[in-house]
RNA sequence: GGGGCCUUCGUCUAUCGGUUAGGACGGCAGCCUCUCACGUUGCAAAGACGGGUUCGAUUCCCGUAGGCCCCGCCA
C-alpha cells in the first residue's frame, strides 16, 4: 500500500491544492492541456501546490508510452508540479481499505448479480423506455439462503430521497435528484477499486482543496459527493471546465484538433504561446488578448472562466505563436529552431550556418508565425551554389535582369560589407540605371535565396557574407 | 429513455437591466514598402427562436429548438 502519510504533504493551513489527473491510455491532448495549465494556474496564483496523478488503473488501455507522453507534454509546456507523481494503481490497497470502511458503517453492501443480470436489467429497461439504472436489488437483501456462485461486487448504498448539490465555481449551483442516482459500484467483483472511488480517495489522501476538470465529470461529481458524505470527509470545491471541440465543431477527436501536444511542439509553436491561447480559450480578462504567463499567474481565477464550449482555432494560435516568436530572445530562438530541426531528422547546422542563423535571426523571426515557417525562411543559409530557382524566380530571372546583375555585381565589388552600405550601394545603382529599386531587388532576390519571397536582400547578402552573395550573383548572371 | 450543461460577429470573447453591443483572430480595401511579414487606417460581420418580468432586456424567469456530457465490473 502507498503510505499515506507520504502522498498527504505539506499544505500548510489553508494552503489550496489543485491537481490534474490525466489518464494514460492516450496522448495529452489540448483540452487536458488547458485542464493542466488551469490547475497549474490556479495553484500558482492562491500559492498552493499543483499535484500530478496518474489514473492507470484501466490495466488493459494504459500504456508506458502515454505516461511519458504526458509527462513531456507537460514539461514542454513548462507546468511543473509540486511532490512526486502519484501512480493511482499502486494505491488499490488503500481504496479497498476505505471500502472496508465504508462497509462497516454500512454505506455500501455487496451485490451479487452477475453482468449477464445487470445487462438484461438494462435492455429490459430500455425496451420499457424507463431510466436505465441500476435498481438496487442486493441493496436490502439478508443473504437468507445460499449465495449466488458469483464473486460480488461492492456498491455505494447511495441516498434515495432528497438531492446532492455541486457548487460549481463554474457551472453554479447543480442539483441532481438522489433517485436518478443508483448505487454504483466501488469495487469490482475482481477486488479493484473503480474510478469513482479512487478518485475521491486519491484526492482526499492528497489533500486536494480545488478540483477543477473538464465538464464530462459534473454527474460525476454528485457521485463522487456521495461517497464523500459517506465517509464524512471534507468537500472539495470544483470547477467544470467546458470542453473543448476541434475547428470543425466536432467533438475533439485524433483526426480534429486533438493531437498530442508534442505536435503542436513539432508544428513549431512556443509554450509561452500555446499557455497564452489557451488560457483564452474559455477564460477572459476584459479585452486583454496578449497575457503572458507572469501576468496570467497574477489575474487567473475561477469567476472569469466561461462556461460556454469552445472550438480550437489554428488562425489564432498562430497569430499569438508569431508575436512571442518576435519578442523572444534571437539566442534562445536559434537554439529551439535548431532542436526543431535535429526532431525533423535534419543534419545539424555547420559552425558557418549557426552564426548566419544568429545574425539573420531578426529578420527571420519578423516573417514567420512558426518556428517551421522560420526554419523554410533560412533555407537560403542551407541551400548550396549553383542554386536552382524555383518557378517564379525563374521568372523574374529575365535575360536584361540577369545582364543588370552582372552590372550590379561589379558595382558592388569594393562595398564594405554591411546591409547599410550595401543597400546604399544597391539604390544608388538602381539610379544610374535609371530603375526603380524594386526591378533590382527582385531579380537580386532571386538570385540570391532562389526564391521571390525572403528577408530584406541586403540582409540576405550581409547574412550571406560578401563571397558567398557575389558568387550566387555570378551564377545567375552568367547562366 | 432519464438526468445535467451550454447558446453574442466565421472563431475566441467583453457586457455586473439603459452601450451607435466593445476587443481580438480571420476576411476585404488602403497606407507603408526591395518581396514577404510587421505596423497602421478603414469596412463587412453577432445577441438561436417564442413567451413573460420590467419604464427598459443580450443581460432575469419559463418554454422550444439545436449542440454537448453522463447514465459501464472505462476513466
Request: aromatic share 6%; net charge negative.
Amino acid at each position: 500500500m502507498a503510505p499515506v502519510d507520504r502522498i498527504r504533504l505539506m499544505p500548510a493551513p489553508g494552503q489550496i491544492v489543485t491537481r490534474f489527473a490525466p489518464s494514460p491510455t492516450g496522448f495529452l491532448h489540448i483540452g487536458g492541456a488547458r485542464t493542466a495549465l488551469f490547475n497549474w494556474l490556479y495553484a500558482k496564483r492562491m500559492g498552493g501546490i499543483f499535484r500530478l496523478r496518474i489514473e492507470d488503473t484501466d490495466r488493459a488501455r494504459s500504456t508506458p508510452e502515454a505516461i511519458e507522453a504526458i509527462l513531456e507534454g507537460l514539461d514542454w509546456l513548462g507546468l511543473q508540479h509540486d511532490d512526486e507523481v502519484v501512480y493511482q494503481f499502486a494505491r488499490a490497497a488503500r481504496h479497498r481499505e476505505v471500502v472496508d470502511e465504508l462497509l462497516a458503517k454500512g454505506a455500501a453492501y455487496k451485490c451479487y448479480a452477475s453482468q449477464e443480470e445487470l445487462e438484461a436489467m438494462r435492455a429490459e429497461q430500455k425496451a420499457a423506455g424507463k431510466p436505465m439504472r441500476y435498481d438496487g436489488r442486493w441493496r436490502d437483501r439478508v443473504p437468507d439462503g445460499p449465495l449466488p456462485n458469483v464473486p460480488p461486487v461492492i456498491r455505494l448504498k447511495a441516498p434515495q430521497t432528497g438531492e446532492t448539490i455541486i457548487d460549481d465555481q463554474v457551472q453554479g449551483e447543480v442539483k441532481f435528484r438522489n433517485d436518478v442516482l443508483d448505487d454504483f459500484i466501488l469495487l469490482r467483483s475482481d477486488g479493484n477499486p473503480t474510478y469513482m472511488l479512487s478518485v475521491v480517495v486519491d484526492d482526499y489522501d492528497m489533500g486536494v482543496t480545488h478540483i477543477i476538470r473538464g465538464d464530462d465529470h459534473l454527474t460525476n461529481a454528485a457521485r463522487q459527493r456521495q461517497i464523500i458524505d459517506a465517509m464524512g470527509w471534507p468537500k472539495p470545491v470544483y470547477a467544470h471546465l467546458p470542453l473543448m471541440h476541434g475547428e470543425d465543431g466536432a467533438k475533439l477527436s485524433k483526426r480534429h484538433g486533438a493531437l498530442g501536444i508534442h505536435e503542436y511542439q513539432n508544428l513549431g509553436y512556443l509554450p509561452e504561446a500555446m499557455r497564452n491561447y489557451l488560457l483564452r480559450l474559455g477564460w477572459s480578462h476584459g479585452d486583454d488578448e496578449t497575457i503572458s504567463t507572469a501576468q496570467a499567474i497574477d489575474w487567473f481565477n475561477l469567476e472569469s472562466i466561461g462556461r460556454s464550449p469552445a472550438r480550437v482555432d489554428f488562425k489564432k494560435l498562430n497569430n499569438l505563436n508569431g508575436h512571442y516568436m518576435r519578442a523572444a530572445d534571437d539566442g534562445e530562438l536559434a537554439v529551439a529552431a535548431q532542436q526543431l530541426i535535429g526532431r525533423m531528422g535534419r543534419p545539424p547546422l555547420t559552425a558557418t550556418q549557426e552564426a548566419q542563423l544568429l545574425k539573420a535571426m531578426p529578420s527571420l523571426k519578423d516573417r514567420a508565425k512558426t518556428l517551421v515557417e522560420l526554419i523554410d525562411n533560412m533555407s537560403f543559409i542551407f541551400v548550396e551554389r549553383p542554386l536552382t530557382p524555383d518557378e517564379k524566380a525563374l521568372k523574374a530571372l529575365s535575360e536584361d535582369a540577369r545582364a543588370r546583375l552582372k552590372r550590379l555585381g561589379a558595382a558592388l565589388a569594393d562595398v564594405p560589407w554591411t546591409a547599410p552600405e550595401i543597400e546604399a550601394a544597391v539604390r544608388t545603382f538602381a539610379e544610374a540605371e535609371q530603375a526603380k529599386l524594386g526591378d533590382v531587388a527582385q531579380p537580386l532576390r532571386a538570385a540570391l535565396t532562389g526564391r521571390t519571397v525572403s528577408p530584406p536582400v541586403f540582409d540576405v547578402m550581409a547574412t550571406l557574407g560578401r563571397e558567398e552573395a557575389l558568387a550566387r550573383i555570378a551564377d545567375q548572371a552568367a547562366a
